[in-house]
């Protein structure tokens, strides 16, 4: 059974909140606001919230093995991010390619972490930006920083980095194309092949981010549809959860039994009437779902 879907009290609306993630070990929620530069900790519990502000746009997050870090996506490259000052140390660029920014990224469940890139659709600003080509790659980053490529330069938006449950199948998707792709996965060397369509022009909005849950479904997010969506592991869409913001960005289980469902969304590309009409937009929401998640995966830091 689905319950109701609520605001997560005490939290901000974002421009594009991103990357919810769950540490189980203290209650503490995370997620990130690409165009507010903002990166957010959240103590479910008593409900203390605390941001720290960045130069660049972060895109995503994952908390490292290493107590009091995190490895943090920017825009322009992965960083080790100190929880406690906010100094973000950055340590690769594994898309140098002119135009592209990083976008979704997601620990595997050996501890690497990985990222997609996409033709940046920002401005300097925050506002938005046109574009033209389908230039993004999947990569790894692995315990020391060391990046490598794992796709062709031919994603338009890269999004959903999940694995299931055996870790033996990584889904990824490309949000321009509406579509959401399989791969094989070998966990002992992080290497991907055989990719084919798990889920493919879904009527009802763009795929976004996802989570997994127990059963190994998929939970996706779906931009401008208003719904997240479970996609069952043979592509079946099995259930809809109506959500009342237009633009779900992503998911990730919570709580003490992970049956908590939490819901990012942004207001980027809303009219100020839709904004006025809806104090949805851009809210971090949840629900619960009567199924469990997966922990969120951290990243196995060495250095």
Not at 58 to 66: F, K, M, V
Not at 95 to 111: I, M, V, W
Request: hydrophobic residues 35%.
């Amino acid at each position: 059974m689905i319950g109701p879907i609520t605001r997560l009290s005490g939290t901000p609306g974002c421009s594009v909140a991103e990357s919810p993630i769950y540490d189980p070990e203290t209650g503490a929620l995370y997620w990130v606001d690409i165009i507010g530069k903002q990166v957010f900790r959240y103590a479910i519990a008593d409900e203390q919230l605390t941001t720290w502000q960045t130069e660049d746009f972060p895109t995503a997050i994952a908390l490292s093995s290493r107590p009091g870090r995190a490895v943090l996506a920017f825009a322009g490259g992965v960083a080790d991010f100190d929880l406690e000052s906010g100094e973000a140390d950055m340590r690769c660029v594994p898309d140098a390619t002119d135009g592209n920014r990083l976008n979704e990224g997601k620990c595997d469940p050996q501890g690497r972490f990985w990222v997609g890139s996409m033709q940046t659709n920002l401005n300097p600003d925050g506002s938005g930006r046109e574009m033209d080509r389908h230039s993004g790659a999947l990569f790894r980053i692995d315990s020391d920083f060391a990046s490598s490529r794992h796709s062709k330069h031919e994603f338009g938006i890269s999004n959903t980095l999940a694995w299931s449950p055996d870790s033996r199948t990584l889904y990824c998707g490309d949000t321009l194309r509406n579509v959401i792709f399989a791969y094989d996965f070998d966990p002992e060397n992080g290497e991907v092949g055989n990719r084919r369509v798990l889920c493919e022009g879904y009527k009802r909005g763009l795929p976004d981010g996802s989570a997994i849950d127990a059963d190994g479904c998929l939970w996706n997010a779906r931009f401008g549809g208003g719904v997240v969506i479970r996609i069952t592991p043979n592509g079946c869409v099995d259930q809809e959860i109506e959500v009342p913001a237009t633009n779900p960005t992503s998911c990730s289980f919570a709580g003490p039994d992970l049956r908590t469902l939490i819901i990012t969304s942004a207001s980027f590309t809303l009219s100020e009437d839709q904004l006025k009409a809806n104090a949805f937009e851009g809210a971090v929401l949840r629900c619960e779902v009567g199924v469990s998640g997966i922990t969120d995966n951290k990243f196995q830091q060495l250095t």
